[in-house]
């Protein structure tokens, strides 16, 4: 076998120009935002109606009343009962959809474009005039009483559980299950939810984006009558100030007991980043190299050096409010310390030394090269003009990504790091066997230690 | 809706390598693709994981590229890349920038004409050591994490070649040798084991050139004779049944059988099947148990297609609390029953069909799905047009047809059934779970 042939490495072509989808804006009669994109060549149309209203103003008494509505928006409207509803979208070939976020809320569809008219119209229906039967309310509920006990049971939802309960004060809602826990979950009737949907009915805070080859499609004629004539059906109050401050002031380690586990699920960090700072460009290029590439620091350490893991990562989950930063990885039980000790290394290295010339480039070319490849067909697309409008970001936020990429330096990266890793108040979770590790990481002196049942009946 | 096209050409180097090029310049993207004729199934009795242990090696250097050198140049590049193993193959592919085509094609080369000049104990006992944690973490250390394994291993004799996990055991990876590797490489890893495809925004002609120039020169290995006959009868020869306690707070039901293979019209009615039993919350599955009768907390069912000798049909319901075990259980069989009794109506056929187009539409659109549909019909027909007959396919399926295979699918000697029960000190209602005590049957 010979490959003298291969001896010389390629050198790349000529870049092809590109610019994100150019998108025009405009407002139905009640003040509803619109975003339209024509993708030439993609039948399949995107359409996503996103309410910028999500989990983290409800009352923390009634956690989970976002999700659990969302979900329920498909369980009958005015016209249809549930069957009803599905089995028409159905007809169409396309599934309706609906989910509550932290920030936003967002029901959506995907159809092909000679069927957009009539999908949009069920579409409309579920989000507008849901009816909320309570028998089904009270299935949905019941399933999402044993959805929590499975995430329980899951060591990875486990490990951000607990991970979120420790970083965020008790009056955080980022510190609450996004669907709500098994105290809150019972009190979510009916009532309940029509009151949450309510709030949802409110032109000034929705944005409807639409994506695809729609040549031929007159959208805004389509959404106007769907949606351009409801308004608010009771003042709306502005949403509750979010509280999003770290409980932690100093190192800790929380070992949730996982009886026989062969791994341990790591988490560390910290509160972490909104998504609207100055330093947005540089903090994506700091996580890529500490934890988003392939070739990050992390991955490199713990899985292609010392093999004690299938994947390490780290990254910051940006937010309307400070959302969590966290590095993680599932390694095996013997190596958990060692393990802890390399991932706490390559966070306290982020920050004291500047990162190569070299690592900076790879960082820099990755984002800027996979952006097209992220963009390509009208899903993403749609997705990323609602994150958008969702974060109250300019409309040239996207189009300045890579441009922004390419400006950040070594010695932004650095600050980056400095500024926005803790590493004097990192909380350390691990979810394994406490039977095994527990002796070693209370005598690697990681911080203040904890232990904790694994607690499958959580309250 | 026309249905979607996609134009190629298909082609052969002296060598053997199969190539199939399908350029669209509407993104400024190309998916490079390949797929090797090995997978699990390829490995013998104590050398169970290689094929998969061996994809790992892939990406641990060539003669010109050092490790973890592959994946961080095509980063670097603006691509993403990765390579899967499954029981019937193994492919490896990369999405680049257009203008990076050339370097995802020399990266394939090199390591397909050298792997061997980089291979050594150190990058072995490190991606073993990854292995052994992919596997703790797909499977030994999830909730219900063993159910596949178990389906394959009482559906497939000991002596059929789906018996055994894709990953394979702690044994046999622990076991495994430099001399292990190298030999699975020289018996399977050449180029006229090997189907390229390349889809996007390139040019034909230059990519034909390159192809010829970094690829021509591989030499062709010495293939062994195909795999024995496996084909296999739909029947087990009586029901199988294995209860399993794990830590899980509710008990769950799995289903296995035996169905048509991949590539036969039969499994793709059986595909239409399981979107009218289980495909969203009008299926037929989903609107009794968990809407109506409320006994289970979610329901699947759905078909993976393997060429082998037969394919796997599989479902699962989640029994809910103080649901007894045994009501759930029967309630999915007298679905599975009646489907394979009575026809499908024809409002739930028009509904699937629906479905299957706007699917169908959805799988082609980016490039790097063509790329692995072109790459898997060559691998295993020699036909890559199947790309474009599928729907066709698909849309051809009748009410009977999905009765008639639902008939010689799921007969009670045809099944296996796992069922997960919560360990006592791991339920939700303090142990009070009833039907724990499901009658062992087999």
């Known amino acids: 076998m010979s490959g003298e042939h291969l001896a010389t490495r390629p050198t790349p072509g000529t870049p092809r120009s590109y610019e994100f989808p150019p998108f025009s804006r405009s407002r139905l009669a009640n003040g509803t935002e619109v975003r339209v994109v024509d993708l030439p060549g993609r039948p399949l149309v995107s359409l996503v109606v996103a309410v910028r209203r999500g989990a983290t103003d409800e009352p923390a008494e009634i956690a989970g009343v976002s999700a659990l509505a969302a979900r329920a928006l498909s369980e009958g409207t005015e016209r249809h009962d549930a069957i009803g509803l599905v089995e028409a979208a159905e007809r169409l070939g396309a599934q309706l959809h609906a989910s509550a976020g932290w920030d936003s809320t967002t029901g959506g569809v995907e159809v092909l474009a000679d069927r957009f008219a009539p999908a949009v119209e069920l579409l409309a229906e579920m989000m507008l005039t849901p009816t909320f039967p309570t028998s089904e309310v009270e299935r949905l509920r019941d399933q999402r009483m044993n959805e929590v006990l499975q995430a329980y049971a899951d060591p990875r939802r486990r490990a951000e559980i607990a991970f979120d309960e420790v970083i965020y004060t008790p009056d955080s809602p980022y510190r609450r299950l996004l669907g709500g826990s098994r105290s809150t979950v019972p009190g979510l009737d009916s009532a309940a939810l029509r009151v949450r949907h309510a709030s949802w009915i409110d032109p000034g805070r929705t944005t409807i984006v639409v994506g695809g080859d729609l040549a031929g499609t007159d959208v805004l004629g389509i959404l106007e009558p769907l949606f351009g004539g409801i308004s608010p059906v009771a003042p709306v109050p502005a949403p509750a100030p979010v509280i999003a401050a770290s409980a932690v002031d100093r190192p800790l380690v929380r070992v949730v007991h996982r009886p026989g586990a062969v791994q341990t699920e790591v988490r560390v960090g910290h509160v972490g980043l909104a998504r609207r700072i100055p330093d947005f460009h540089a903090v994506s290029v700091m996580s890529a190299i500490l934890g988003g590439l392939f070739g990050s620091r992390l991955n490199m350490r713990l899985r292609e050096e010392k093999g004690y893991t299938y994947g390490a990562h780290a990254g910051f989950d940006l937010r309307a409010h400070a959302g969590p930063f966290g590095a993680r990885a599932a390694v095996d039980t013997d190596n958990t310390v060692p393990a802890v000790i390399d991932l706490l290394g390559e966070l306290r290295r982020m920050r004291d030394t500047d990162v190569t010339p070299d690592e900076l480039r790879a960082a820099k070319d990755y984002l800027i090269g996979v952006f097209p490849l992220r963009f390509e067909t009208p899903g993403p697309v749609v997705g990323a003009l609602a994150g958008l409008a969702m974060n109250e970001l300019p409309d040239d936020e996207l189009a300045r990504y890579r441009p922004g990429i390419e400006a950040v330096t070594v010695a932004d990266v650095r600050s980056a790091a400095e500024t926005h890793i803790h590493v004097d108040r990192l909380a350390i979770v691990l979810v394994g066997d406490a039977d095994r590790i527990a002796t070693d990481v209370e005598a690697a002196g990681f911080g203040d230690y904890d232990v904790v049942a694994e607690d499958l009946a959580p309250g | ?442």
């Open chain 2, 1 to 442: 809706m026309p249905a979607p096209h996609v134009d190629f050409t298909y082609d052969r180097l002296p060598n053997g390598l199969r190539y199939i090029l399908a350029p669209d310049p509407l993104a400024p993207v190309v998916a490079v693709n390949i797929w090797y004729g090995v997978g699990s199934r390829h490995e013998s009795p104590g050398k169970t994981g290689f094929a998969h242990l061996f994809e790992h090696v892939m990406f641990q250097g060539s003669a010109h590229v050092s490790k973890a050198e592959h994946i961080a140049l095509i980063q670097a590049a603006g691509g993403t890349m990765n390579g899967t193993t499954w029981l019937d193959r193994t492919n490896y592919f990369e999405t680049m920038p257009s203008h990076q085509l050339e370097l995802a094609l020399w990266l394939e080369a090199d390591r397909m004409a050298t792997l061997l000049e980089a291979l050594n104990q150190e990058n072995l006992d490190n991606q073993r050591e990854v292995v052994k944690n992919e596997k703790r973490w797909s499977y030994d250390n999830q909730p219900y994490g063993l159910w596949s394994h178990k389906l394959q291993e009482h559906l497939f004799p000991p002596d059929h070649p789906y018996h055994h996990p894709t990953i394979g055991s702690m044994e046999d990876l622990d076991a495994a040798s430099i001399d292990d590797v190298a030999g699975f490489f020289r018996t399977h890893y050449a180029p006229n084991n090997a189907v390229l495809s390349i889809v996007g925004d390139f040019d034909p002609g230059e990519a034909r050139a390159t192809i010829a120039r970094l690829f021509g020169p591989i030499e062709p290995a010495p293939l062994g004779p195909p795999l024995p006959e496996v084909a296999l009868p739909l029947s087990l020869g009586g029901e199988v049944r294995e209860d399993l306690v794990d830590r899980v707070p509710l008990a769950r039901v799995y289903l296995g059988y035996r169905a048509p293979v991949f590539g036969d019209r039969r499994l793709h009615a059986l595909e239409i099947a399981g979107q009218i039993l289980s495909g969203g919350k009008g299926s037929r599955l989903h609107r009794r148990l968990v809407r109506e009768e409320r006994i289970a907390q979610d329901v699947a069912f759905f078909v993976m297609g393997f060429v082998g000798g037969a394919s796997i049909a599989a479902g699962w319901a989640t029994v809910r609390p103080g649901v007894d075990v045994a009501r759930v259980e029967a309630a999915y069989l007298e679905e599975l029953d009646r489907i394979a009794r009575e026809p499908v109506t024809a409002d739930e056929l028009v509904r699937a069909r629906a479905l299957v187009e706007t699917d169908a539409v959805g799988a082609l659109q980016r490039v790097e799905d063509r790329a692995d549909q072109l790459s898997m019909y060559a691998t295993h027909f020699d036909q890559p047009d199947r790309i474009n007959r599928e729907l066709a396919e698909y849309l051809a399926v009748t009410a009977e047809d999905i009765r008639a295979v639902c008939a010689e699918t799921f007969p009670a000697d045809h099944r296996v059934v796992i069922t997960y029960l919560p360990a006592a000190d791991a339920t939700a209602d303090g142990g009070g779970l009833q039907g724990a005590g499901t009658e062992d049957a087999a």
